[in-house]
């Protein structure tokens, strides 16, 4: 069965610089979900989207930014990298009529140096 | 706001024996709960979750859980652990939003 792809899997930046991460939902999954993860701590919700529009929003600094595409793919835009925000970001996704069936991508390893 | 506690960090159990991961949640009507496993580097897989009905759910790899209103509590089981469960478990909730509030997860360690 198809699951979430993220990419990339590893990205290293230097601290101030600017990242990409992707994400591609499970095929009919309409809403994708990101969270962090540091070291050593559980995951923590940043924002989510549903049909392009925010749905909610958690602990998202303001240095990130994220959207949902036509095609449901989304991406977090993460500006002025700091050396805290080293962790893993996880993507999930899930219909919207069943929202906390998330299934969750394999994560992108951010190390910000 | 829901919350979750997992009061233990680490546990060891021998290969064959019984687990029980605890999880303690905290949301005022009647929670969605979800037990998730996560290897090494690797992402959340879903083990279980329980949404309504019959407080006992059955899951993936032999796993089940216990919902007990009662307790505010959402237990992880196995009869027999196999050195492949060796992981890190983290019990969840959905409740107010659609995000989902994780507790501080439970590593278990498998001995031999």
């Known amino acids: 069965a198809a699951g979430v792809i993220q990419s990339p899997r590893h990205l290293i930046k230097e601290k101030r610089e600017t990242a990409t991460l992707k994400c591609y939902p499970i095929p009919r999954h309409d809403t994708v979900y990101w969270y962090q993860q540091g070291p050593g701590q559980d995951p923590q919700f940043l924002i989510s989207f549903y049909e392009k529009m925010q749905s909610d929003k958690g602990s998202i600094p303001d240095r990130f930014s994220a959207q949902q595409f036509s095609d449901y793919h989304s991406e977090l835009n993460m500006s002025s990298l700091e050396l805290g925000d080293s962790a893993l970001y996880f993507c999930a996704s899930s219909r919207r009529d069943s929202p906390y069936e998330q299934y969750f991508g394999p994560g992108t390893r951010l190390t910000v140096t | 706001a829901q919350s979750v506690t997992q009061p233990d960090i680490h546990i060891t159990v021998s290969e064959g024996a019984s687990l029980e991961l605890r999880c303690n949640y905290s949301?005022?009507?009647?929670?969605?709960l979800f037990w998730y496993v996560q290897s090494p580097g690797q992402g959340l897989q879903l083990l279980l979750k329980?949404?309504?009905?019959?407080?006992l759910v059955q899951g993936i790899k032999g796993f089940e859980a216990e919902f007990k209103r009662s307790q505010s509590s959402f237990n992880l089981r196995k009869p027999s652990v196999h050195w492949s469960d060796a992981a890190e478990y983290f019990c969840a909730v959905g409740g107010a939003g659609n995000m989902l509030t994780f507790g501080g997860g439970t590593r278990l360690m498998v001995k031999p």
């Open positions: 329980y949404f309504s009905g019959d407080t």
């Open positions: 949301y005022g009507a009647t929670p969605y």
